[in-house]
């Protein structure tokens, strides 16, 4: 999706390329998928709750980081996208997660990510859970900005940080 993503901007691909790749790529989770489940231990090691917020509709690097978080043995609950703030504070409330990911590719979106982010600093939810957030979009400021514990720009530094979090690493 990089080179994809590298060959759009230099006006090599056209929109529908961008969209038909999406779509392959999608469809290769998909069949990973059931395969990654058989060697998932059978006790979960900590739920995390992912999400794409409100103006954002990209969704490929979140489904990456929950396919690779489910490998590893994590409970995953995937909002999807252009997911209201207001959803992810019920769904923190409901699930109890260790962990929750945001995941961006919109720079419009940064404000619903920090409307959420004081959300559930409000409801007291803040101090309960470490708040992941990465996409290409997103830099150090980022981080700052909606005062998260992580930000990057690999799914598996991502998938590293809640192992060390939960002392598996
Ligand atoms: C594919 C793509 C699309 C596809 C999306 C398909 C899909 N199902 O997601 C389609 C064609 C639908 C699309 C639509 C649009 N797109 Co678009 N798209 C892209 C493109 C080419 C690649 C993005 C991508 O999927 N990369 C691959 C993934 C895997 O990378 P990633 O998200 O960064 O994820 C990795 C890491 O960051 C990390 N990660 C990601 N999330 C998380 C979360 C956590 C918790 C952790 C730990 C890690 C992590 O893990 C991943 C793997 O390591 C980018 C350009 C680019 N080069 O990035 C533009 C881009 C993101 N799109 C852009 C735009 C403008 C749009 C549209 C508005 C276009 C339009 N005019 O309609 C619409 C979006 C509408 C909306 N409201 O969202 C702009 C955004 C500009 C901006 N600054 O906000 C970009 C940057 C293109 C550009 N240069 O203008 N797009």
Redesign the pocket.
């Known amino acids: ?2 080179i ?3 060959r ?2 230099k006006g090599e691909y056209f ?1 529908a390329e ?2 038909l ?3 392959i ?2 469809g290769v989770v998909a069949i990973l998928d059931p395969y990654l489940a058989k060697v998932r231990p059978p006790k979960p090691l900590g739920k ?1 709750v ?1 999400a ?1 917020l409100k ?11 929950a396919t690779l978080l489910r490998a590893q043995g994590f409970d995953v609950c995937d909002l999807g ?2 997911v209201d703030p207001a959803l992810v504070v019920e769904k923190v409330k409901e699930v109890k997660p260790e ?1 929750v ?9 940064f404000a619903a990510m920090k409307q959420a982010a004081d959300m559930l600093e409000e409801a007291g939810l803040r101090d309960q859970i470490k708040l ?7 830099t150090p400021m980022v981080k700052e900005y909606i005062g998260a514990d ?1 930000q ?8 590293a ?1 809640c192992m060390k979090v939960i002392g598996r690493k």
Do not use: P, Q, W
């Not at 990911?101 to 979106?109: D, P």
């Not at 992941?132 to 997103?138: A, F």
């Open positions: 999706m990089t994809v993503g590298d759009f901007r929109l961008l969209m790749s999406a779509e790529f999608k995390v992912v794409t103006g954002d509709i990209h969704d490929l690097g979140k489904n990456i980081v996208v252009d962990f990911g945001f995941s961006v590719l919109m720079t419009t979106a992941m957030v990465g996409g290409g979009v997103t992580l990057t720009l690999d799914a598996t530094e991502g998938v940080y």
